[in-house]
């Protein structure tokens, strides 16, 4: 039996991505006028009605350290302990939608993820898998690339915790709102 803490540091950053109708957009767009809020879309779901299409959160880049039974066995740059675990790369698309979609970006730094957890044999550096996404916007670039945002060990979650960040940068983007706006944002 092994106690295992993982740590990821550094910066990063929240991505929510909904849908409202356009009577709701008008709504937000007459009400919000600082975006300066960490986790921004709770606050826009209180006062609307937003069908959620997709929520991440992970590191760019920073540093993840392992540490089994007190003992650090790892403590590199994220990028780089990619190459020594399973790594999956996934592609969140844009939604094919009429309606107007709302898409949050905020940039953190700080302390992402801190967790402890018991494994009943020996930790294996071999069952972790680590997933990197890449965020597309509506004109098929890149919003977000490379967020290191879900880590698994034998196929179990490994949550990230988000109490210990620093908003650095945020930003809301609004799409769909006429037929020749390719994106607003705020």
């Known amino acids: 039996m092994d106690i295992v803490r993982i740590t990821m540091e550094g910066y990063g950053c929240e991505v929510h991505r909904g849908k409202v109708s356009k009577k709701e957009y008008e709504k937000i767009n007459n009400t919000i006028n600082n975006i300066w809020y960490k986790d921004l879309f709770s606050k826009i779901e209180k006062n609307i009605e937003l069908k959620k299409e997709t929520h991440d959160f992970g590191l760019i880049k920073g540093d993840i350290k392992i540490e089994v039974d007190g003992h650090i066995v790892y403590d590199t740059?994220?990028?780089?302990?990619?190459?020594?675990v399973n790594c999956r790369n996934e592609v969140v698309e844009y939604p094919k939608t009429?309606?107007?979609?709302?898409?949050?970006?905020q940039h953190q730094e700080g302390l992402f993820s801190?967790?402890?957890?018991?494994?009943?044999?020996?930790?294996?550096?071999?069952?972790?898998?680590?997933?990197?996404?890449?965020?597309?916007?509506?004109?098929d670039n890149?919003?977000?690339?490379?967020?290191y945002c879900e880590l698994y060990y034998d196929g179990e979650l490994i949550p990230m915790t988000d109490n210990s960040t620093d908003l650095r940068m945020s930003r809301l983007y609004f799409e769909n709102t006429n037929?020749?706006?390719?994106?607003?944002?705020?």
């Open 77 to 84: 740059q994220i990028n780089i302990f990619e190459t020594f």
């Open 98 to 105: 009429e309606d107007i979609v709302i898409t949050s970006v």
């Open 142 to 147: 890149l919003l977000v690339s490379s967020l």
């Open 179 to 186: 037929k020749d706006e390719k994106n607003k944002y705020r």
């Open 114 to 139: 801190d967790n402890l957890f018991i494994v009943y044999d020996d930790f294996d550096i071999n069952k972790l898998t680590l997933v990197k996404k890449d965020i597309s916007n509506k004109i």
